[in-house]
Each structure stands twice: as C-alpha cells, then as structure tokens.
C-alpha cells in the first residue's frame, strides 16, 4: 500500500522559510517523478516542483523558481521542498505526489500560512 504523508507545513512571516518533508511508503522515490502541488483557497490545484526519476532533473513553476529547492534523499526514501523568501501568496495546502504513466498517488497535505 503507497502511502505519502506529508510535514513541516506551519506558519511563517513574509520572508521567512519552511522545509517541508514528504515520506513515502510502498514505492521507492527514485523510481516515481517526485513532485509537490499546492491548493489555495478557492483556486484550483497548481504545480510547484518536481524532479524526475531519470536524471534527478528539478523543474519549477515560474512563481517559485530561485525561492524553492525540490531534493530527494533515495536512503531515507524521502523528498523535500526548501522553501525560501516566502510570500503572502504562497499561502496554501502543499501536497507531495508521485508519478509515472499510468500511476498517480497523492498525499494528504500540509498546510502553510504566510503572514504580510
């Protein structure tokens, strides 16, 4: 059974940073695109950060890309999203997901408020 269960969420001022953590369960990081997605309220759900199971290569969505680090550790069999110079508008739940075709899982969320 997969199972992601994401951490680190919390509440931080403008400016500040957050780790977010993503453990996994039932399938081996390296082998799945790693990714984390975020929902705020109201809005529909939009990609943050992944990095591919071929090649480790990280991608970014243009509204985080310099402020966020997406890495993965294949012993701990875990992913992080260092999350920097955070904003107002990154205020949303974070959710981690794997992927490949055909498979998708998604962990529950956590949520990260950014205070102005």
């Known amino acids: 059974q997969v199972q992601l269960v994401e951490s680190g969420g919390g509440l931080v001022q403008d400016g500040g940073s957050l780790r977010l953590s993503c453990a996994a369960s039932?399938?081996?990081?390296?082998?799945?695109?790693m990714g984390w997605f975020r929902q705020a309220p109201g809005k529909e759900r939009e990609f943050v950060a992944h990095?591919?199971?071929?090649?480790?290569?990280?991608f970014y969505a243009d509204s985080v890309k310099g402020r966020f680090t997406v890495s993965r550790d294949n012993i701990k069999n875990m992913v992080y999203l260092q999350m920097n110079s955070l904003k107002p508008e990154d205020t949303a739940v974070y959710y981690c997901?794997?992927?490949?075709?055909?498979?998708?899982?998604w962990g529950q969320g956590t949520q990260v408020t950014v205070s102005s």
């Open positions: 039932g399938l081996t990081v390296n082998t799945y695109t």
């Open positions: 997901a794997a992927r490949r075709p055909g498979l998708d899982y």
């Open positions: 990095i591919n199971w071929i090649g480790s290569t990280p």
